[in-house]
């Protein structure tokens, strides 16, 4: 960080002349005279109060914004919450105008930052800190204009839906009824049917013609959360936290699944901008998507809850708020919209609004709504809501395109720092059913996905809301890996008033069963086609220690020592065939 003098020393001597003129030094000539000159009026406390005050309005702001911003001057972030840069009058080049044309504030934020040996001069002079308030709407709208026609708006509330949900999907990777590609780790085809049909509430959009992870949003939002979130394992298992998670349902656990997921996961969700082009090319550099990620989660932390919230007010805030966030780690920008390439360059905004916008519609639709955090409404028609996307392609940019709002509910309140604990604003049923003496469970209400998929691992249909408790469902489903504890809990949690005596010592006799006949070892049975065979094997003491016989004609031999039974009856002559 350069004190003024040097930072002015990287100045031709004619621009100097420029500054040097603004401050009242008309008559020198020297580079060395005109540097000094400028630190002389603005590195002294009377004539810089003189300098201040003929700043105008606006100017006066921008240097206190860099000044309560530890020195740098953010012109993005400027710019939103204020409008306007520092008035510029226009030189004979308008295009250059701003940066051609002197003004007294860029003797104050010198390339982007106030020099350090004029920070204390501010102290007693700048203007206190506004800080930029996040105000919610007071009713959403029913239906938007955009361009010539109207669209309506959808509202979808998710804090129930979004945590069944994803019960829902773990319990399908419990019970082992999920794949997944073994080239991107994501849901096959058939997967995806698996859970969208599970879903409480439907996805978003209408059911496409083609059901795959790259047409929907819950199943395949759900699926790589839980990945990122490290609640299944790459191998499509249920993690030790996933496990705790779908049998406790602790919200603390959740908790640090989310962190891990915002801190760790490496799934980039620009690859869900379905018309961003150039990601793959080879001059193109991403940054890290946590980098990203983390950056939206803490600007939606200082958001205000229970309230809707527009997104284009959102855009205002992450950039005031300096939260924004680099996309490409290189100076110049390689990414693009649309099938051509030639036509899709961007300009700034543009490229913000399609870039940084979409990116952050699909963090908050594709995995903060599904998961159940924030309430959406969108337009889901295929029509993109970007400003002068028309230019780039007719149709939406990506799945996530049309979201207007956001409001972030109890659950999302909890898991952005923003209460202490989790209150459901609708609690759960707990009395789901009830069992009779000959193991007969009627439902009481309505199961959610996720109690139906837990409640048919271990019971048969017998009528309309009526299941007959199953040995050989149960005990299957423990033979696949789910724990014995979580089913037998589940009829216990559940289950209105005492489970009957008759179910308590049916599970604690299948509990004790449960292990008392063990697989041992594995064994190749070998056949012997000539009577001295046997013979043969009992009079060597290496053969006769490697296997059993059954009879005259069979013997048993342990897998592991199959090679070296082998090796013994080649020294003795004799090859196993």
């Known amino acids: 960080m350069m004190k003024m003098e040097q930072a002015l020393y990287q100045w031709t001597s004619e621009t100097l002349k420029e500054y040097s003129q603004l401050l009242g030094g008309k008559r020198l000539t020297a580079k060395a005279d005109r540097v000094d000159y400028i630190c002389r009026q603005m590195l002294d406390k009377e004539t810089l109060s003189g300098i201040w005050q003929r700043l105008d309005s606006v100017t006066q702001r921008a240097v206190s914004s860099a000044y ?11 710019i939103a919450q204020y409008g306007a840069l520092p008035p510029r009058p226009q030189s004979g080049h308008p295009f250059y105008s701003y940066q051609r044309t002197p003004i007294l504030f860029d003797l104050f934020v010198i390339d982007g930052q106030v020099p350090p040996d004029l920070m204390p001069l501010l102290t007693d002079l700048v203007l206190s800190l506004e800080r930029f308030q996040l105000v919610g709407v007071e009713a959403l709208p029913k239906a938007v204009i955009h361009g010539r026609d109207n669209y309506s708006v959808q509202q979808a509330e998710t804090e129930l839906v979004g945590r069944t949900d994803l ?74 936290a996933g496990r705790e998670y ?46 990203r990620r983390e950056k939206i989660i803490e600007a939606l932390s200082w958001c ?33 919209a649309g099938p051509y390439r030639d036509y899709g360059y961007m300009s ?66 909890f898991l952005l720092g923003q209460a202490d604990e989790y209150v459901p604003t609708l609690l759960p049923h707990t009395d789901l059913f009830v069992i009779d003496e000959g193991f007969q469970l009627h439902v009481l209400t309505d199961l959610l996905p996720n109690e139906q998929l837990q409640l048919e691992v271990m019971a048969e249909p017998a009528g309309d809301k009526v299941y007959r408790l199953s040995t050989e469902k149960l005990l299957t489903a423990v033979e696949s890996g789910q724990e014995f504890e979580l089913l037998a809990g589940f009829l216990t949690k559940h289950h ?26 594995t064994a190749v049975m070998i056949r012997l086609k000539e009577p001295h065979a046997l013979t043969v094997i009992e009079h060597d003491t290496t053969l006769s220690r490697l296997c059993r016989p059954l009879d005259s004609t069979m013997v048993l031999v342990l897998s592991s020592n199959l090679q070296r039974f082998r090796k013994r009856l080649k020294e003795l002559g004799y090859l196993l065939g």
């Open 496 to 521: 209105h008033g005492m489970l009957p005596q008759t179910v308590i010592d049916w599970l604690a006799q299948l509990k004790r069963n449960v292990g008392v006949f063990t697989e041992g070892k």
């Open 167 to 240: 019960l829902t999907f773990l319990q399908l990777v419990d019970q082992g009824a999920l794949n997944w590609s073994s080239t991107n780790r994501q849901l096959t085809v058939g997967s995806v049917r698996k859970v969208y049909v599970r879903l409480l509430a439907g996805d978003f959009h209408p059911e496409p013609e083609k059901l795959t992870g790259r047409y929907v949003i819950r199943p395949f939002g759900l699926d790589i959360f839980a990945q990122g979130a490290k609640l299944v394992t790459y191998n499509g298992k249920l993690s030790p």
């Open 348 to 413: 700034d905004e543009d490229y913000w609004l399609i870039v940084h916008g979409l990116y952050i519609k699909a963090v908050i639709m594709e995995y903060l709504a599904t998961i159940g955090a924030v309430d959406v409404a969108y337009v889901s028609e295929d029509i993109s809501m970007v400003d002068n996307a028309g230019y780039y392609i007719d149709s939406a940019l990506s799945l996530h395109d049309g979201l207007l709002y956001f409001r972030i509910n109890n659950w999302g309140a």
């Open 304 to 336: 205000p809850t229970h309230t809707w919230i527009d997104l284009q007010d959102f855009y205002r805030a992450v950039k005031i708020w300096q939260f924004d966030f680099d996309v490409e780690a290189t100076q110049w920008k390689n990414l693009y």
């Open 246 to 291: 779908l049998q406790t349902q602790d919200p603390a656990w959740f908790l640090e699944a989310f962190e891990t997921w915002a801190e760790q996961g490496a799934f980039d969700e620009l690859t869900r901008i379905a018309q961003l082009k150039g990601l793959s090319a080879r001059t193109t550099s991403l940054t890290p998507p946590a980098s």
């Open 68 to 78: 309560h911003n530890e020195g740098l001057f953010d012109e993005r972030a400027f």
